[in-house]
């Protein structure tokens, strides 16, 4: 299936005067099978519309909620560019995707949009869509020597771009393993410098405690009594670190969900993952001053002013 379309932002007003900026989409009926889409409320773009350039559209869950509200806006009007259309469907939410949102947009038909809105004769985009993804590689290419023979152009200097669901999925690879890469290093510096701090903590304790640890050792405590609880001391407060950084990461995580309109969500895996860290590294961290403890000779310890 084959589905041309040309897309641009405007400004959207509702009859109760409600207003939204949102991508509108002048499409066929094919829209509906190729972008996997479909309404749950009336009815999407049909020929009849495309032939008289009917003024309809089919409009978005976020674009019906920012313009109605709980109304509902079935036979309801919008004016788009000072043209005004009348609501025939709403589509399905699907929700956003990075910093796409694919629920705030309008649909209207093709030759509405290039003959009444916009005034162009070109087109944004068309996408394809294959029964079978073996296929796509010949498609591709079947469209590639088409467009050229249609914008007299050779393949090998093209003045268009042809994207497939692989390079796309490659791409976001890509830059998510970079993303993770960067993150990782920026994440393992960070608990480097927050060890050392925890280590030179637990070493200035241990300075300020002489006394205390040379008097336990005097009243029979052993070496690994005194490495327990220096080492137990520097995990509960890596610990902490982790409470506390887990919560602020839920709350940067609930207010990038709410304002920025990116989907997150902190499971349970992370959580525990992030506890084990913070112990591991106050063991990591919290033992060489544990182990200076412990070696402490009692009476110089005593002597300690």
Same mark, same amino acid.
């Given at each position: 299936?084959?589905?041309?379309?040309?897309?641009?932002?405007?400004?959207?007003?509702?009859?109760v005067?409600?207003n939204?900026?949102?991508?509108?989409?002048?499409a066929?009926?094919?829209?509906?099978?190729?972008?996997?889409?479909?309404?749950?409320?009336?009815?999407?773009?049909?020929?009849?519309?495309?032939r008289?350039?009917?003024?309809?559209?089919?409009?978005?869950?976020?674009?019906?909620?920012?313009?109605f509200?709980?109304?509902?806006?079935?036979?309801?009007?919008?004016?788009?560019?000072?043209?005004?259309?009348?609501?025939?469907?709403?589509?399905?939410?699907?929700?956003?995707?990075?910093?796409?949102?694919?629920?705030?947009?309008v649909?209207?038909?093709?030759?509405?949009?290039?003959?009444?809105?916009?005034?162009?004769?070109?087109?944004?985009?068309?996408?394809?869509s294959?029964?079978?993804?073996?296929?796509?590689?010949? +498609?591709?290419?079947?469209?590639?020597?088409l467009?050229?023979?249609?914008?007299r152009?050779?393949?090998d200097?093209?003045?268009?771009?042809?994207?497939?669901?692989?390079?796309?999925?490659?791409?976001?690879?890509?830059?998510?393993?970079?993303?993770?890469?960067?993150?990782?290093?920026?994440?393992?510096?960070?608990?480097?410098?927050?060890?050392?701090?925890i280590?030179?903590?637990?070493?200035?304790?241990?300075?300020?405690?002489?006394?205390?640890?040379?008097l336990?050792?005097a009243?029979?405590?052993?070496?690994?009594?005194i490495?327990?609880?220096?080492?137990?001391?520097?995990? +509960?407060?890596?610990?902490i670190?982790?409470?506390?950084?887990?919560?602020?990461?839920?709350?940067?995580?609930?207010?990038?969900?709410?304002?920025?309109?990116?989907?997150t969500?902190?499971?349970?895996?992370?959580?525990?993952?992030?506890?084990?860290?913070?112990?591991?590294?106050?063991?990591?961290?919290?033992?060489?001053?544990?182990?200076?403890?412990?070696?402490?000779?009692?009476?110089?310890?005593?002597?300690?002013?």
């Open positions: 299936a084959v589905s041309p379309e040309y897309q641009q932002r405007f400004q959207i007003v509702s009859t005067g409600n939204t900026n949102s991508l509108v989409i002048g066929v009926p094919a829209y509906e099978t190729v972008r996997n889409v479909s309404v749950g409320v009336g009815s999407f773009i049909t020929e009849q519309h495309l008289s350039m009917g003024r309809v559209a089919v409009v978005g869950a976020t674009v019906a909620s920012d313009l509200g709980e109304e509902e806006p079935l036979g309801k009007t919008i004016r788009v560019n000072r043209v005004i259309f009348k609501v025939i469907g709403v589509m399905e939410a699907k929700g956003s995707s990075g910093f796409f949102n694919a629920d705030d947009m649909i209207v038909p093709l030759s509405t949009m290039q003959k009444i809105l916009s005034g162009a004769e070109h087109l944004s985009l068309i996408a394809v294959v029964l079978n993804k073996d296929e796509m590689p010949l +498609v591709q290419s079947e469209a590639s020597s467009l050229a023979a249609r914008h152009v050779t393949i200097n093209p003045d268009f771009s042809i994207v497939s669901q692989a390079d796309i999925v490659g791409a976001l690879t890509q830059v998510t393993d970079t993303f993770t890469i960067f993150l990782a290093s920026i994440a393992g510096i960070s608990l480097l410098v927050g060890g050392i701090g280590m030179n903590m637990m070493l200035t304790t241990v300075t300020e405690r002489t006394r205390e640890i040379g336990r050792k009243l029979g405590a052993k070496n690994r009594d490495s327990a609880q220096f080492l137990a001391e520097a995990i +509960v407060l890596t610990v670190g982790g409470v506390v950084g887990v919560i602020l990461g839920w709350l940067i995580s609930k207010t990038v969900s709410q304002f920025a309109g990116i989907a969500e902190v499971s349970l895996g992370a959580v525990l993952l992030a506890f084990g860290v913070s112990a591991g590294i106050g063991i990591v961290f919290g033992y060489y001053p544990a182990r200076r403890a412990s070696r402490l000779n009692p009476i110089e310890a005593l002597r300690y002013e």
